[in-house]
């Protein structure tokens, strides 16, 4: 079945940019009418969505994150990516990846997740 | 952007006993409500999309139901592997939110 892999530096300096990528393995980004999304957590708290992407079409992202995250896709290596810039200490948290299930049917659940990577902001 | 408010953000049950957890969405969101669990230091699992409908292994103990802005997650019967953290997440209007999560423990 399919399996998410997050992958990137555990450690970011303020005012830099993280980048966090996501590796789908046991099938094709492309297939089906799937989203493919970034979600992160910061310690001790819930859960955000970053935003998603299809294999086909145009990335969303969070407008909380003002204009920040930046999700690309590139199916020849079956993988997709966060880019968030300017990060602060606000930033720290772990982040997953995720597939979203089809919207007619399941209501873009996100039904495969990663095991999550953490991130840790500082200088 | 959707609020998504979870009562009660901890509870106490016993084993076999019947748990109910509660999500209100601050406007309607018709049945595009999820749930999932996550346990500590684990990515969440997704247990219940559309509101009512059981993702594919997980145990009939576990059901959903409610439409529109009121939504209700009821474990049957506790077991030992249920006691973990559940979180509701609304799909009807992007940026999808979720609830701030209840902390489901041993009595």
């Known amino acids: 079945q399919v399996q998410l892999q997050e992958s990137g530096p555990g450690l970011v300096k303020p005012s830099q940019t993280l980048s966090l990528t996501c590796t789908v393995s046991?099938?094709?980004?492309?297939?089906?009418?799937?989203?493919w999304s970034w979600i992160r957590q910061p310690p001790g708290k819930g859960l955000e969505w970053i935003g998603y992407i299809p294999y086909s079409g145009s990335a969303y992202s969070n407008p909380s994150l003002k204009s920040r995250a930046t999700i690309s896709i590139d199916t020849s290596k079956n993988q997709f990516s966060l880019k968030l810039s300017s990060v602060t200490a606000a930033d720290t948290a772990v982040y997953y990846c995720?597939?979203?299930?089809?919207?007619?049917?399941?209501?873009?659940?996100?039904?495969?997740w990663g095991l999550g990577t953490t991130v840790t902001v500082s200088s | 952007d959707i609020q998504m408010t979870q009562s009660p953000s901890s509870l106490s049950a016993s084993v076999g006993g019947r748990v109910t957890i509660t999500c209100r969405a601050s406007?309607?969101?018709?049945?595009?409500l999820n749930w999932y669990q996550q346990k500590p230091g684990k990515a969440p699992k997704l247990l219940i999309y559309?509101?009512?409908s059981l993702q594919s292994g997980v145990p009939s103990r576990f059901s959903g139901s409610g439409s529109g802005t009121d939504f209700t997650l009821t474990i049957s019967s506790l077991q030992p592997e249920d006691f973990a953290t559940y979180c509701c997440?609304?799909?009807?209007?992007?940026?999808?939110?979720f609830g701030q999560g209840t902390k489901v423990e041993i009595k």
């Open positions: 046991g099938g094709s980004i492309r297939s089906g009418d799937y989203y």
């Open positions: 559309a509101a009512s």
């Open positions: 406007q309607s969101i018709s049945n595009y």
């Open positions: 995720a597939r979203e299930a089809p919207p007619v049917r399941y209501h873009y659940a996100m039904d495969v």
């Open positions: 997440q609304q799909s009807y209007s992007t940026p999808w939110t």
